[in-house]
C-alpha cells in the first residue's frame, strides 16, 4: 500500500492504521514502535491521522507519508542535543526526526528518547495543556 495522504480515512485504532501502511513503511514503524513501547508505559491511539503515545499527555507521534516517516516529539527541541537528526518545528516544542525508505535505526537510541520524552511529560505535565 502507500503512507496516509489527507484525503484518506483516518483508521480508528492503531492496528489499522498500521495495516493501511506500505511495506517499507510498516518495517520503519514496527521497528520505531516496539522501541518506543519499551521505553515507558504508553498509551497508543490514533490522533491527527498519527499513530500517538501518550503519557501525562502526547509525547510522540508516528506520521506517515509516501515518500518519508516522521517520528515527532512533543517536547523535542529539549532532545535535539541527544539526537542532530531532529529537527525543531510546530507548536509545543516538537521535533521532528525524518525517515525514507532504506533507513535503518537504532532501537537502543529511539528507547532513549522515548524514555527522555515520557520522563519530561512526567516532569512538566500533559505539554498540550500548558500552550
Not at 68 to 73: D, I, N, W, Y
Amino acid at each position: 500500500m502507500r503512507g496516509m495522504k489527507a484525503t484518506d480515512p483516518a483508521p480508528a485504532d492503531p492496528e489499522a492504521w498500521l495495516a493501511a501502511l506500505g511495506s517499507w513503511q510498516r518495517s520503519l514503524v514496527d521497528a520505531l514502535r516496539a522501541a518506543i513501547v519499551g521505553a515507558a508505559p504508553f498509551v497508543e491511539t490514533v490522533k491527527w491521522r498519527n499513530l500517538v503515545f501518550a503519557s501525562n499527555g502526547p509525547a510522540i507521534l508516528i506520521h506517515a507519508e509516501d515518500d518519508r516517516v516522521l517520528l515527532g516529539f512533543w517536547r523535542g527541541k529539549r532532545l535535539c542535543d541527544r539526537e542532530p537528526a531532529m529537527k525543531p518545528s510546530g507548536k509545543y516544542e516538537l521535533a521532528n526526526w525524518t525517515f525514507h525508505a532504506g533507513d535503518s535505526i537504532d532501537p537502543g537510541q529511539i528507547t532513549e528518547l522515548a524514555r527522555a520524552a515520557a520522563t519530561l511529560n512526567a516532569e512538566l505535565g500533559d505539554p498540550t495543556q500548558l500552550a
